[in-house]
């Protein structure tokens, strides 16, 4: 983790925990057009599962800007230990379950 990562207070990965065992913690998301999730660090591998897709941007607590289109039905695997937060740019809801695993 970065300097600055210290220097902010982090959110939550998602609005609320939908599911969880020994295993596994599934996040539900929702971002309206023009909405931002707030700076939050994944201390998990996670999968992201677009239940409705959206053009989301995330923004790494460095200032680096990642254009990440989610499409209905995708689905992407990250490793742990991003800071970043998301904003949604586009003009359609964005919905999504978060699965990470412990």
């Known amino acids: 983790m970065t300097e600055l990562a210290h220097d902010v207070?982090?959110?939550?990965?998602?609005?609320?925990?939908?599911?969880?065992?020994?295993?596994?913690?599934?996040?539900?998301?929702?971002?309206?057009?023009?909405?931002?999730?707030?700076?939050?660090?994944?201390?998990?591998?996670?999968?992201?599962?677009?239940?409705?897709?959206?053009?989301?941007?995330?923004?790494?607590?460095?200032?680096?800007?990642i254009d990440a289109d989610e499409p209905t039905g995708g689905v992407v695997y990250r490793d742990p230990g991003a800071v970043h937060m998301l904003t949604n740019v586009g003009d359609t809801t964005y919905l999504a379950r978060l699965v990470e695993l412990k």
């Open 9 to 65: 207070e982090l959110g939550p990965v998602g609005q609320e925990i939908v599911y969880e065992n020994d295993r596994v913690r599934v996040w539900h998301i929702r971002l309206e057009p023009g909405e931002r999730q707030p700076l939050h660090r994944h201390d998990h591998p996670y999968l992201v599962v677009a239940i409705q897709g959206a053009k989301n941007v995330v923004q790494t607590v460095d200032g680096t800007r």
